[in-house]
T-cell receptor, first 112, second 114 residues
Framework: NAGVTQTPKFRVLKTGQSMTLLCAQDMNHEYMYWYRQDPGMGLRLIHYSVGEGTTAKGEVPDGYNVSRLKKQNFLLGLESAAPSQTSVYFC???????????FGPGTRLLVL | GENVEQHPSTLSVQEGDSAVIKCTYSDSASNYFPWYKQELGKRPQLIIDIRSNVGEKKDQRIAVTLNKTAKHFSLHITETQPEDSAVYFCAGGLAGGATNKLIFGTGTLLAVQP
């Protein structure tokens, strides 16, 4: 099992550009999450999903959109990137409500 | 909503000493408190968790204590080793609740000096 994987590993964007981050898990988990990690800020929840076809807002959802069309995939979109979105993005998945979350390796995003 | 505060932000100990990291939470309904370890450049990984029906849980050199009345929980690492050096995150959440999410603390950078 690959566990949780993320694509890409690193990306540089110019302000205003768009991109999609892909998270995939092969553990048949119902719940999936997107976090951003900034120095001194810990892990902040952007959006999450409790099952295929569902999404919900987390702590810092502004500027991001998500989709969960397939159970194993959770996509995070930035429609118009801003320098404030420079961060490391982690995807995670779990079997149920606040059970152990398994994290992906992270995507480092730099917005110039 | 839930808020989790974590202290200290950095902690330096000598190898073999003990380390204690403390967290407080605001939502008295929270009943699940995991701790994650993140080594430099790596992903966070669960090291131990505790649910509100117990006051303490141990796993070899790691232990977590929970005080529901005071709404705080702590991570204790004994006989620290250089490989314990990492960032540690606490989190709180409501298992079985409608929100289905964890709120993380801001992290503690633990440095174990050989």
């Amino acid at each position: 099992n690959a566990g949780v994987t993320q694509t890409p590993k690193f990306r540089v964007l110019k302000t205003g550009q768009s991109m999609t981050l892909l998270c995939a898990q092969d553990m048949n988990h119902e719940y999936m999450y997107w976090y951003r990690q900034d120095p001194g800020m810990g892990l902040r929840l952007i959006h999450y999903s409790v099952g295929e076809g569902t999404t919900a807002k987390g702590e810092v959802p502004d500027g991001y959109n998500v989709s969960r069309l397939k159970k194993q995939n959770f996509l995070l979109g930035l429609e118009s990137a801003a320098p404030s979105q420079t961060s490391v993005y982690f995807c995670a998945s779990s079997t149920g409500t606040v059970e152990t979350q398994y994290f992906g390796p992270g995507t480092r995003l730099l917005v110039l | 909503g839930e808020n989790v505060e974590q202290h200290p932000s950095t902690l330096s100990v000598q190898e073999g000493d003990s380390a204690v990291i403390k967290c407080t939470y605001s939502d008295s309904a929270s009943n699940y408190f995991p701790w994650y370890k993140q080594e430099l450049g790596k992903r966070p990984q669960l090291i131990i968790d505790i649910r509100s029906n117990v006051g303490e849980k141990k796993d070899q050199r790691i232990a977590v204590t929970l005080n529901k009345t005071a709404k705080h929980f702590s991570l204790h690492i004994t006989e620290t080793q250089p490989e314990d050096s990492a960032v540690y995150f606490c989190a709180g959440g409501l298992a079985g609740g409608a929100t289905n999410k964890l709120i993380f603390g801001t992290g503690t950078l633990l440095a174990v000096q050989p």
